[in-house]
């Protein structure tokens, strides 16, 4: 079976700009959350979205959104980006409420 | 205040040996706990989940809970240099959503 699969695999974008980023769930999976992983840290949360409603949100700030489409799969927005922003954005899915699997992530470099 | 505390190590063992590792975490309403293994420039590979406290054993690898002392540990056992990694702990918080706090993880090393 498919596992989490995100895209793109890079994505290279300057100061200010806004970049979407993609995330289709493990087939059968109706949960999608979102992390972002700094080096040398633990991935944080960003969202969570359960049958196409927010179940949770991180402390991030309002230019961070997300949503969910009626196939289960997602996109993360990011509007106005800063240097701050450079990571690798992680998604993943599970049969709520249950083990948490990752996609291979994006990695994002704001110049 | 960190939520989920990890030894940062690294930690280093020999080939054939016992690796421990080890997790705190504040919440004391957390019901699910989870192992991940990050190999460097990869995504976090679930390796063990653990819901109730005791033992919980998956081939070469035992997690241990104790709800009261609010710790999590993982024992790789015959530890080999494919065990090379970070290792990250995973709790999820209450609140209604699945949101996971992780640890800065501990990474380990292998040596043949």
């Known amino acids: 079976d498919a596992g989490v699969t995100q895209s793109p695999t890079h994505l290279i974008k300057t100061r200010g700009q806004h970049v979407t980023l993609r995330c289709s769930p493990i087939?059968?999976?109706?949960?999608v959350s979102w992390y972002q992983q700094v080096l040398g840290q633990g991935p944080q949360f960003i969202f969570q979205?359960?049958?196409?409603?927010?179940?949770g949100r991180g402390n991030f700030p309002d230019r961070f959104s997300a949503r969910q489409f009626p196939n289960y799969s997602s996109e993360l927005n990011v509007n106005a980006l800063l240097l701050g922003d450079s990571a690798l954005y992680l998604c993943?899915?599970?049969?709520?409420?249950?083990?948490?699997?990752f996609g291979p992530g994006t990695r994002l470099t704001v110049t | 205040q960190k939520e989920v505390e990890q030894n940062s190590g690294p930690l280093s063992v020999p080939e054939g040996a016992i690796a421990s590792l080890n997790c705190t975490y504040s919440?004391?309403?957390?019901?699910?706990f989870f192992w991940y293994r990050q190999y460097s420039g990869k995504s976090p590979e679930l390796i063990m989940s653990?819901?109730?406290?005791g033992d919980k054993e998956d081939g070469r690898f035992t997690a241990q809970l104790n709800k009261a002392s609010q710790y999590v540990s993982l024992l790789i056992r015959d530890s080999q240099p494919s065990d090379s990694a970070t290792y990250l702990c995973?709790?999820?918080?209450?609140?209604?959503?699945?949101?996971?706090?992780f640890g800065k993880g501990t990474k380990l090393t292998v040596n043949p």
């Open positions: 993943a899915s599970s049969l709520m409420p249950y083990e948490q699997y």
């Open positions: 087939s059968g999976h109706k949960s």
């Open positions: 979205y359960y049958e196409k409603e927010e179940r």
């Open positions: 919440d004391r309403g957390s019901q699910s």
């Open positions: 653990i819901y109730s406290n």
């Open positions: 995973a709790v999820n918080s209450q609140g209604g959503s699945e949101k996971l706090v």
